[in-house]
């Protein structure tokens, strides 16, 4: 193990665990960052929800964007699965549907970065827990 | 110095800084009430752990009451020692310590000198209020051959854990257990006797109350008294005559010696006898010891133990063979002067009275309660028949004589019996630190020069500093001599001759502070100082007034070789006034 | 690095692995693996999320789910369930007790909503064998912080100016304590942690130490450079085995990374810590005494002054400071004083751990902000009193704390107020009672304590708390009279007037704050020979309805001392003199006709 001998040395290991901790610091204030959510009941998971989540969490750290993703149970929309809801702090909640890698890529760069909304919408009319 | 000034009682006081409440309040008049503090100045000895809380009282600005002993004075303090609030703690903390304490008073060994009945009598406690059966803490009693341990009445005072631990740093006593079991007793709850006790006897010369107490023979004495078939011999050692007439409500100091051989002879006993005899005897015996000792070492033999220890203190022998179990060969090998007087008295003197052995009794008087387990050690037994028969305290001499109804302040002085009571000066001053070191100088310089000694006060030798060293010229030989009293100041001696701190030839050790002046035996001085300075004055008074002080020119020592002994050192001499010691601490 | 998606925190605290959390760990870990998720989700093990009551815990992150009550058969159903599927395990969510709904965030627990948690920070949330997760939460940054940037001084400044007070009962102000401990020269001198923890039922410095054992390292560094010192020295009990090891291993690591040793960050300062081992002697929390205990004395106080910032360990200045306190330290630097001291009330800054305990719904360990009131903390917090009974007192400050009643409700919790309405904030042990609690009993039960803890120095502890104890037992056996109960408030206030340390100073307080509040229940204990708690089994009274009982003559059979007398199918009568109150009536009557009624009739 390398001795820490100054704030740089501090810092540095800072930040390379601070990747790992992530998760961790962004769940215990879930409110100040944009919430991903993606379904991954049985459905979700059949129609590749698993892949999209993958995709986002990669995404997420190679942009270094505040967001946290969770998983959920089924939302209700089968027929649009993989689904995706994006809560960004102070915004009401968007549901994406029909999400693969490029889509999911797309949520990110585009709804999330600049606020710009992407088609496949699903209206809201049920509350996640 | 700084001073600070302070209110009292609506007093003002202005003292030194650092002084405590309890001492500036002593300075204007108010003696403000106290059971564990103790502080004998003159020999350094303070106790202070603030566990009683009967010297509390009230401190403007504070929420608490304050413990006087040890709170120190501060500019502007303004404290009441007497208000109703100080009043009803106090007597409810003595409630307390009285509900938690023997009622047995009448048939105290203590009663009537204990500092917790005396307390009572002041605070005017008339009932204790606790519930009915409360629950005392107990433990069981300890018999050892000095000292009894009755912990049912100790106060956790600390007082004798402090002497025991911080001044003779022989560790035998502390506190043990918790709460209201919490007890102070040897380590692992061991019997005193099983421990590293020297049996010096001084937690008994500071206890309050009667939790420890000597061993006491008195009525053995008495049995051995109205025995027709024996002779009952007695021998006093010379702290006694300076200390027994307090116990009579005489002023500190005032010498008794012919009062007490009065009341000794009074009471029945056959011959009354001086130790001061054998302590001239020692001298003898140890004074030729150091000489041949120091002869040796001046003709280059490497293989002789210099300093020599003096070895009169039963209390410090019992300390070296417990902590110096590796340099047993050092101390002189003369017996104490209580045990080369008995076994002169058990063959010398039955010879000349024509009695067997085990028709004589042998009592001393001793300042000690160390002499009494000295007594009970089998090499001074012949037969199983010991020496010295009974060893009673200076205390315990004083319950005899009062018991015996006799009026010990108007009685006509009388002198000692012949032969074994006739003594020097020299061995007068045994019973202070430096006397046997000065004794044995002035026998030591004028058997060494051959030359009559120009002075015979060695001022350089006396004092009541805890070490103290000088150097005598022997006539361009210079002896380098060195005394310690109290087992802490022993230690650090050894410990510095060992680490070549020191370069002596002689040193003289007492366990007691102050010398057998301030021993286990004496009269209770209750912490005050002045006490201890009028004995030692009284002391070198003594010595001042005797015809004879120098122990080599003592004339019945002078027959006693001539007709028994034949010259100090001789083989008889080495078997009935010589001993060895031996290793208690790999027993 | 394996990017996880899912943070499963196991409570790895001392009360949670005696319920096998450790099992549940590799149960869990073995389930991943099985799944094939072991890149997916990370199982770390923590220290004490503080909600003891309901557990073990386990967090699953990043949706805040609040697993509580897991055993180890159920790791493979959380890893099938929640981790493959991302269904939560809804039989394992905390249940609100009043809305009986399933609350699956923990952040919506009443419990956790009004806690802010500044010394706990890591608790639950860092694996505590783990340097570099401390480090990731800006561990030894404060310590880098003082180093580069503030003199010893400067840096003393900044914890005086926080408001901060010391957590171990006392609430000495911690900056002052580092001055004044600052200011005596010496060549050497002494930090010292305090972790002997003693009030029964407290655990927070046991949490803090298992949890998040960096947090002390760096406080006391901190702390030998604001005073000098190059030499820490942690007392801990040696019941606190985890704790230990977690603080050995803390320190280990600390060695390693340089962060402990000489010249720590470059910088001039050095500085070791060295752990000692207490047997766990409640009047060794005292300095003093704790200071003679290490020095290998036997553990009693002595007069101060001297302090110990003048004169402590081996007669060196020392600066004694609890676990809390030290904990609290780093936040401070990082986020300033005025953040620290804008939580709070006027005189007691910051937040203090809690460890509430009795009869409450909600039993665990809590850090709330000071100046909160008791109600938000036993109603909100801890969710009110077990199976809907009536609050009866709250008990703060441990044995040397008073009993709270319902007009104390509504006070803000601070230092200065408890003192105030005669009870203590002490290392912050908060027993809850409710109606069928006797305060006369609660007394005898604190003075017990103290009786056991005492070291028997000074004679009104060593002997006045036990007759005291002796006449709480008289009265509770119905034997007491009224001037006993004058006897106990003398001896009280005389005890708490003349004892020597602030364990015996104290110690009455349980008697005199329930002799204030609760004047009538001793009373009827004297007067009437009757515990209106029922409690007090010597002074219960079995009586038989007469209109309920069916003369079955059940309860004649089972009293085992003939009491009971009754024809068949008629009334029966208990006879209160035979009556031994053993209760086996009461247990055996299928008609409910046995009550202990609670006035005496």
């Known amino acids: 193990m390398n001795k820490i001998k100054s704030l740089n040395d501090l810092r540095k290991i800072k930040q390379d665990v601070e990747q790992k901790m992530d998760l961790r610091e962004k769940s215990d204030n879930p409110d100040r960052y944009v919430q991903i959510k993606v379904a991954m009941a049985t459905c979700g998971i059949a129609a590749g929800a698993r892949e999209v989540m993958n995709t986002l969490i990669e995404k997420i750290a190679q942009d270094k964007i505040d967001a946290v993703v969770t998983q959920t149970g089924c939302m209700g929309y089968c027929h649009a699965e993989p689904t995706v809801e994006v809560r960004k702090p102070g915004a009401e909640p968007v549901v994406f549907g029909h999400v693969d890698r490029e889509k999911a890529l797309a949520i990110i760069d585009k709804y999330i970065k600049t606020g710009e909304l992407l088609e496949g919408i699903i209206p809201v009319n049920y509350q996640t827990a | ?587 | 690095m394996a990017q996880y998606k899912m943070h499963l925190l196991v409570c790895g605290g001392t009360g949670c692995r005696s319920s096998e959390s450790d099992l549940i760990i590799e149960n869990l870990q073995h389930s991943l693996r099985e799944k094939g998720l072991e890149n997916d989700a990370q199982v770390i093990k923590t220290g004490c999320f503080g909600f003891c009551e309901q557990g073990p815990i386990v967090k699953v992150l990043p949706d805040n789910t609040f697993y509580t009550g897991v055993k180890p058969a159920d790791a493979a159903e959380i890893v099938a369930e929640h981790v493959l599927k991302g269904r939560k395990v809804e039989r394992l969510l905390y249940k609100d007790p009043e809305k009986q709904m399933a609350v699956s965030d923990s952040k919506h627990m009443g419990f956790y909503r009004k806690q802010i948690r500044i010394a706990l920070r890591n608790c639950g949330f860092i694996d505590p064998e783990n340097i570099d997760e401390y480090i990731a939460r800006d561990g030894y940054a404060a310590l880098a912080k003082v180093l580069e940037e503030m003199s010893p001084e400067q840096a003393i400044d900044v914890i005086k100016q926080s408001g901060l007070r010391g957590r171990g009962g006392g609430g000495f102000p911690t900056g002052l304590k580092w001055e004044i401990a600052g200011k005596n020269k010496a060549d050497q001198k002494y930090v010292v942690c305090n972790a002997d923890e003693g009030d029964p039922g407290a655990f927070m410095d046991r949490s803090i130490l298992e949890g998040d054992p960096h947090s002390i390292i760096e406080a006391m560094s901190i702390c030998g450079y604001c005073i000098g010192a190059t030499k820490g020295l942690v007392y801990i009990r040696a019941e606190y085995p985890l704790a230990i090891k977690r603080l050995q291993i803390a320190i280990e690591q600390a060695r390693n990374y340089g962060l402990l040793g000489e010249n720590i960050l470059g910088s001039k300062h050095s500085f070791d810590i060295e752990l000692r081992y207490g047997a766990g002697a409640f009047v060794c929390g005292e300095e003093t005494a704790l200071i003679h205990s290490m020095e290998g004395k036997r553990g009693e106080p002595t007069v101060k002054p001297p302090f110990p910032a003048e004169s402590g360990y081996l007669e060196k200045p020392t600066n004694v400071n609890n676990v809390e306190t030290l904990a609290n330290i780093p936040a401070i630097y990082l986020r300033g004083h005025e953040w620290f001291a804008s939580i709070g009330t006027a005189k007691s800054k910051g937040t203090k751990v809690f460890a509430l305990a009795g009869k409450i719904n909600n039993v665990g360990l809590i850090e709330v902000p000071m100046g909160i009131t008791l109600r938000e903390v036993i109603f909100e917090i801890g969710g009110g009193i077990k199976d809907g009974k009536k609050f009866k007192a709250v008990q703060t400050g441990g044995p040397s704390g008073g009993c709270l009643t319902e007009k104390h409700l509504d006070t803000p919790i601070d230092f200065d107020n408890l003192l105030a309405v005669g009870s203590m904030m002490g290392s912050g042990g908060m027993i809850v009672m409710d109606e069928d609690d006797c305060m006369v009993a609660v007394a005898k039960f604190y003075l017990e304590f103290t009786v056991e803890e005492s070291c028997g120095k000074c004679a009104p502890c060593r002997i006045g708390n036990k007759r005291l104890h002796e006449l709480l037992d008289k009265i509770t056996l119905g034997k007491g009279t009224e001037e006993d109960i004058e006897q106990l408030r003398n001896l009280s206030v005389v005890i708490k007037d003349t004892a020597l340390c602030g364990l015996g100073q104290t110690s009455p307080n349980p008697v005199l704050s329930t002799l204030d509040n609760f004047a009538d229940e001793y009373l009827a204990h004297v007067r009437d020979q009757h515990c209106p708690a029922g409690q007090c089994k010597a002074l219960r009274q079995y009586l038989i309805l007469a209109d309920k009982c069916v003369g079955c003559t059940a309860c004649t059979k089972v009293c085992p001392t003939g009491a009971i007398a009754g024809e068949k199918r008629q009334a029966h009568l208990i006879d209160q003199a035979k009556c031994i109150r053993c209760g086996a009536c009461i247990e055996k009557c299928k008609f409910s006709a046995i009550i202990i009624p609670s006035t005496k009739i």
């Open chain 2, 1 to 587: 110095m700084d001073t600070v000034k302070l209110t009292i009682d609506n007093k003002e006081v202005v003292v030194s800084k650092g002084t405590t409440v309890h001492e500036a309040a002593k300075q204007v008049g108010i003696h403000i009430p106290k059971l564990c503090y103790m502080n004998l100045e003159l020999l350094g000895l303070e106790n202070k752990p603030a566990g009683c809380r009967i010297c509390v009282v009230e401190q403007e600005g504070r929420r608490n009451l304050a413990p006087s002993c040890s709170t120190t004075c501060t500019e502007g303090m303004v404290i009441k020692t007497n208000t109703p609030r100080v009043l009803n703690a106090r007597k409810t903390v003595l409630e307390l310590l009285l509900s938690d304490h023997p009622k047995d008073c009448l048939i105290c060994p203590k009663s009537g000198r204990c500092e917790l009945q005396d307390l009572a009598v002041q605070l005017g406690i008339r009932e204790i209020h606790s519930v009915e059966n409360a629950e005392m803490s107990t433990y069981r009693k300890d018999h050892s051959p000095s000292i009894i341990r009755d912990m049912d009445k100790c106060v956790m005072c600390r007082r004798c854990e402090m002497i025991c631990n911080n001044v003779q740093t022989v560790g035998a006593l502390s506190a043990v257990n918790r709460g209201f079991m919490s007890v102070v007793a040897p380590a692992f709850e061991q019997d005193l006797k099983d421990s590293p006790c020297t049996f010096c006897g001084q937690c008994v010369a500071v206890c309050p109350t009667g939790a420890l107490t000597e061993v006491d023979q008195v009525q053995k004495v008495i049995r051995a008294l109205t025995d027709k078939t024996k002779t009952v011999v007695v021998q006093t050692a010379p702290a006694v005559r300076v200390a027994l007439g307090e116990e009579f409500g005489m002023a500190p100091g005032t010498i008794v010696t012919g009062k007490m051989v009065a009341a000794l002879r009074g009471m029945g006993f056959k011959y009354v006898f001086d130790t001061d005899f054998a302590a001239d005897l020692t001298i003898m015996e140890e004074g030729t010891e150091l000489l041949d000792r120091i002869g040796r070492y001046l003709k280059g033999d490497k293989e002789v133990k210099l300093p020599i220890l003096t070895s009169c203190c039963p209390a410090w022998v019992n300390f070296f063979e417990h902590n110096y179990p590796d340099m047993l060969d050092v101390p002189s090998t003369a017996r104490s002067p209580q045990q080369m007087f008995g076994s002169i008295a058990k063959t010398y003197l039955a010879d000349k009275l024509g009695i067997k052995r085990e028709d004589m009794i042998v009592v001393s008087v001793m300042p000690c309660l160390a002499k009494k387990y000295e007594c009970q050690r089998d090499e001074f037994k012949v037969d199983g028949n010991p020496d010295v028969d009974y060893a009673i305290s200076t205390r315990e001499l004083a319950h005899l004589i009062r018991e015996a109804n006799i009026d010990f302040k108007t009685l006509p002085d009388q002198d000692f019996d012949k032969p074994m009571g006739e003594s020097t000066g020299a061995a007068v001053i045994f019973g202070t630190t430096g006397g046997v070191i000065e004794a044995a100088t002035r026998t030591a310089y004028e058997v060494f020069t051959g030359n009559k000694l120009p002075r015979i006060d060695f001022q350089e030798l006396r004092g009541l500093e805890g070490i103290r060293t000088a150097t005598v010229d022997f006539n361009g030989t210079k002896i380098n001599i060195g005394i310690a009293h109290k087992l802490g100041n022993a230690r650090k001696l050894l410990d510095g001759i060992r680490s070549g701190l020191y370069n002596l030839h002689a040193i003289e050790i007492m366990a007691c502070p102050g010398g057998c002046i301030g021993g286990g035996g004496q009269p209770l001085h209750h912490g005050k100082s002045d006490v201890i300075q009028a004995r030692f004055d009284a002391i070198y008074r003594e010595d001042a007034a005797k015809p004879i002080r120098k122990s080599h020119e003592n004339p019945d020592i002078i027959k006693l070789y001539e007709e028994f002994l034949g010259k100090p050192l001789s083989e008889k001499s080495h078997h009935l006034l010589h001993t060895h010691y031996f290793d208690k601490k790999n027993k």
